[in-house]
């Protein structure tokens, strides 16, 4: 009979530490969650700058594409007119 209360009590030791370390793991895991939420909402805030920052300079990128394409288009523009001008003087000055 004493071997069984010897071995209730080692098994009771056990389940204390057992239980002890179950507490201290959901305390760890409870501090992480509210560590990842943080650095989640961290990340979140630095992802928002980047967008905006992306879209000011965005809309200035695409100002400066629309003038550089009318300045394209315009250089386009003129050097056909040139062209279409010089053959058909070419045309009238032959016939």
Do not use: C, P, Y
Not at 6 to 26: C, F, H, I, N, Y
Not at 47 to 55: L, N, Q
Not at 78 to 93: C, D, F, Q, R
């Amino acid at each position: 009979m004493a071997e069984v209360a010897e071995r209730v009590a080692r098994l009771e030791e056990r389940l204390d530490g057992m239980t002890g370390a179950m507490a201290e793991l959901k305390i760890e895991i409870a501090e992480l969650r509210l560590e990842m939420k943080s650095g989640f909402a961290e990340m979140r805030a630095e992802f928002s700058a980047v967008r905006r920052e992306f879209g000011a300079e965005g809309s200035g990128i695409r100002g400066e594409m629309n003038t550089q394409f009318r300045w394209i288009m315009g250089g386009i523009g003129g050097a056909t007119l040139t062209i279409i001008v010089t053959a058909v003087a070419a045309i009238l000055a032959t016939g």
